[in-house]
């Protein structure tokens, strides 16, 4: 029954091929318009996760407190109260896998071939576990390397690109601030942090190295702020309670006195970004899918005109026999057609509009199985809810009716 019907519902669209084709044309766009603006959304969204799993997992980052001169009140990192200890103290915690200290500041590089304004990040060999940044040339720097402030140091494939281009870097001695430092290791690529910062432009030597030697005045023995790991997310719910606490501890801080540290729970920051990229994708798509609304209607539009000019053509069909189950299913098939036809169409577009954006903008696309069934879903449901009215308008015709209608 279904086989003949189809056949049937074939042959009418196409006697009439302009038609269908401008029929088809609102979903065409419709559906277009949701993958493409799917895949940027999708897109989008790749690139904050990929850019949350750069930064490490499950992070804290603690820092020193502000500072208070008569009523006006510095912000965070105002004054110096956190040491190396502290980072040490705070990774004998249970639930913390490592605690990195961090004294930054910025300097030129100069190599043999040319020189680069860089950030120094002076830290521990934890930092390397913090922030899951393997060293994928040559060898880290160890803790008798921080002990003895030693001058070396780990590069990002940013200084690697600017001062050796294709010269292995490893083994090498690089000046900053006119001291001589040996290059121990290349550091993986991290790429862009979630403000736009090029992790990759940094250079990693030993926390002391940096206080005692190319900061020394600015730190003393303090440190800016301290990058805490957490064994897991369910860990991260009880220990900034415990981290304040062993602070307070720690710092001689009185009750009822203020902490000079504050602790960043960076997982929920990385949650909030991944959630606002999500919303704009399903902001996009409902936006899009406004077009597969008008395609519809134009469904509707369409079948009312062709139930009036095949009248007789009904009339005849239920004097010889034909149910009105039988007519409501023709007709909804047709809709139906139409509908998934410029669905496949549109699908198309769809994927090679994202390409195109890919290409001309460099935007990351993501074209995904789940869009295209879920546009296919859509469609179905859009040529059966707007082809039930016309096809229902057909089965209710009266026979006599039909066969006198001219």
């Known amino acids: 029954m279904i086989g003949p019907m189809l056949a049937e519902a074939w042959s009418a669209l196409a006697a009439n091929r302009l038609r269908s084709i401008l029929t088809m044309l609102g979903m065409v766009i419709g559906v277009g318009a949701v993958i493409t603006m799917l895949s940027v959304g999708e897109g989008t969204k790749a690139q904050v996760q990929a850019t949350i799993a750069s930064m490490g997992s499950n992070l804290f980052i603690v820092q020193s407190g502000s500072a208070q001169s008569g009523a006006v009140r510095t912000g965070a990192g105002g004054q110096q109260t956190l040491t ?61 390397d921080v002990r003895s402030a030693a001058r070396v140091a780990l590069v990002g494939r940013t200084i690697v690109t600017n001062l050796f281009g294709d010269e292995n870097p490893v083994g090498q001695t690089v000046r900053i601030k006119n001291l001589p430092f040996v290059i121990q290791g290349v550091l993986s690529g991290k790429g862009q942090s979630l403000d736009g910062r090029d992790q990759d432009d940094t250079i990693l030597v030993p926390v002391t190295t940096a206080q005692r030697q190319l900061f020394a005045g600015r730190f003393g023995d303090t440190v800016r702020f301290i990058m805490v790991q957490a064994a897991s997310p369910e860990a991260m719910a009880t220990l900034p309670a415990d981290m304040t606490a062993l602070l307070r501890q720690r710092h001689r801080l009185a009750d009822g006195q203020d902490d000079d540290f504050q602790i960043r729970n960076l ?54 026999g034909a149910r009105q189950r039988d007519v409501l299913l023709q007709f909804l098939l047709e809709a139906l057609m139409l509908s998934l036809l410029g669905c496949l169409i549109g ?15 460099g935007l990351e696309t993501v074209v995904t199985s789940e869009s295209v069934i879920l546009s296919f879903a859509v469609a179905a449901a859009v040529g059966v809810f707007f082809g039930f009215y016309p096809a229902r308008k057909a089965a209710q015709l009266k026979p006599i009716e039909a066969l006198r209608y001219q």
């Open 347 to 361: 699908v198309a577009i769809g994927v090679g509009g994202a390409w195109l954006i890919k290409l001309l903008s």
């Open 84 to 144: 190396s200890d502290d980072a040490t103290a705070l990774a004998e915690l249970p639930g913390i896998v490592a605690a990195a200290p961090v004294a930054p500041g910025n300097a030129q590089i100069v190599s043999a071939t040319g020189n680069w304004q860089t950030q120094i990040q002076g830290t521990t060999e934890d930092m390397l576990i913090v922030r899951d940044w393997p060293v994928v040339q040559g060898y880290p720097f160890s803790e008798s």
């Open 267 to 320: 997982a929920a920051m990385a949650d909030s970004a991944a959630q606002t990229a999500q919303v704009m994708t399903l902001m996009l798509a409902a936006i899009a899918s406004i077009s597969l609304i008008v395609g519809g209607i134009g469904i509707m539009n369409i079948m009312l005109v062709s139930v009036t000019e095949r009248t007789r053509e009904i009339g005849i069909r239920m004097a010889i």
